[in-house]
T-cell receptor, first 110, second 112 residues
């Protein structure tokens, strides 16, 4: 079945850029997503990218998609303490079900 | 709109007990899903529904039942709780023409 992988932890200083990486295996993915989960809360959709795009920018967020390598990344510019959370990538494969990565815990240090 | 609501927020069960986790949405969404979240494993799909009267199994369905008698409600039943079902459970919904899933706040379940 589909497999989506992420590194578990990332620590950055406030004001630096954060880059969270994700790899997936299903080449029929149509949409790929980034979700944010704050402590004790559900998941919130941050941004998404269609599989026919290679980049999407949304304010401080930049999503890069390398479809050949099945690699997705999320760059957060000027990272703030409020960005501390768990970030999940997810894709739909060729159907309606979302497959989530393991999540990356982002810690922003002063 | 209240969005996706889940009850209870916290629950402790003894092994062998049964219970139902409630999920409701007021957005008239066709698709609803149940996930469990465990440390280091992300979210795994338990069951999902593409409309009232239609349900299907996800990645980890064993030990759980669902039904979808109305568009709004999608309860998850644990028939005989086991310690391996200790987890945080999330319900989610989305519209047929939408790419965005909306998540509930979660239910933290502990089975002793």
């Amino acid at each position: 079945g589909e497999d989506v992988e992420q590194s578990l932890f990332l620590s950055v200083r406030e004001g630096d850029s954060s880059v969270i990486n994700c790899t997936y295996t299903d080449s029929s993915s149509t949409y790929l997503y980034w979700y944010k989960q704050e402590p004790g809360a559900g998941l919130q959709l941050l941004t998404y990218i269609f599989s026919n795009m290679d980049m999407k920018q949304d304010q401080r967020l930049t999503v890069l998609l390398n479809k050949k390598d099945k690699h997705l990344s999320l760059r957060i510019a000027d990272t703030q303490t409020g960005d501390s959370a768990i970030y999940f990538c997810a894709d739909t494969g060729g159907g309606n079900k979302l497959t989530f990565g393991t999540g990356t815990q982002l810690k922003v240090e002063l | 709109n209240a969005g996706v609501t889940q009850t209870p927020k916290f629950q402790v069960l003894k092994t062998g007990q049964s219970m139902t986790l409630q999920c409701a949405q007021d957005m008239n969404h066709e698709y609803m899903s149940w996930y469990r979240q465990d440390p280091g494993m992300g979210l795994r799909l338990i069951h999902y529904s593409v409309g009232a009267g239609i349900t299907d199994q996800g990645e980890v369905p064993n030990g759980y039942n669902v039904s979808r008698s109305t568009t709004e409600d999608f309860p998850l039943r644990l028939l005989s709780a086991a310690p391996s079902q200790t987890s945080v459970y999330f319900c989610a919904s989305r519209g047929e023409a939408s790419y965005e899933q909306y998540f509930g706040p979660g239910t933290r379940l502990t089975v002793t």
